[in-house]
């Protein structure tokens, strides 16, 4: 019932033209409730039955994370709609004005944060002409000033075929892309005796369970040459919008602290250095090869 009212009083401000007041209010909202995990399901399903819900579909960042037109949340595009804070043209006017407020939130931030910090090792590992393997990677965003170069040292894996047809249509036939899951490519390289001074990932981990992080710290130590590095970034519990994420975007991520992490590298023999980022919402770990 007290759910219900907030909800009601949510989409009564927005119809009556205050959605910039309603928006952080609905935010802050979901953030405590998701901390009281008896009743939080209770709080989702209730949103999730209010007229309120399809208002907030109408702006295409949360319509795409609901719908998963790729079968699985967080497909590469969405990050765009991240990255480039641009709403496609047929965007109703509300929901450019729903988008706006989510593409600044912490956790957005974080993500626009976590590309530029591995635009920087990227860019400096590819004019070391270091070997680099980038698992799950997306439209290999980081990769940007890259594009016209020659990227033979560079191996992008991906699962998602149409991710792979964008980083081919940006940066051109040659590029060494994988459509493959992160694991069967790592088999496959540990077999074929390769070698990479640079293996990174970005927004995968935060979807394995604890048993697939510590197969990918095995198998990617299995790939490192000596010197090389293993950077991965994971989301951080508790960021702000974590309410909002679950209930609004339907999006469901494994969070973890730096000290999980540091478990998982000290486990597979790395001497980890981890660090949490400037927005707070994103934890790195940075691992280097023990030999
Ligand atoms: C959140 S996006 C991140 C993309 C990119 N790394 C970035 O930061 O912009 C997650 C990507 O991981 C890929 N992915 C998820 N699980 C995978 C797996 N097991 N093997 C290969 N790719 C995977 C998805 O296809 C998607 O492109």
Redesign the pocket.
Known sequence: MHDDRFFDKTLEMIEGGMLDFAMPMLVGKLYGAFGHREGWFKTRDTYRKHPLRAVMMEDPYIARCVTKPRGYA???EL?DLIYDRTPPETASERGRRIFSHGIEFQASEGVRQ??DYAEKFVGQAFQDGKRILCL????F?EGDPLIGKNLERIDL????PL?LAKVRSRHGEAVRCHE????SYLRGAVSRGEQFDLVYT???TD?LDDRAMSLLHRMVKSVLAPEGRFILANFMPNHLAIGWMDAVMDWQLIYREPAELARFADAAGFSPKTWIDRTGAIAWCEMESPW
């Open positions: 967080g497909d590469a990050i976590r590309r799950a990677c997306g439209h965003r894996v991906d699962q998602d991710s493959a899951n992160v694991f970005l927004g995968l979807y």
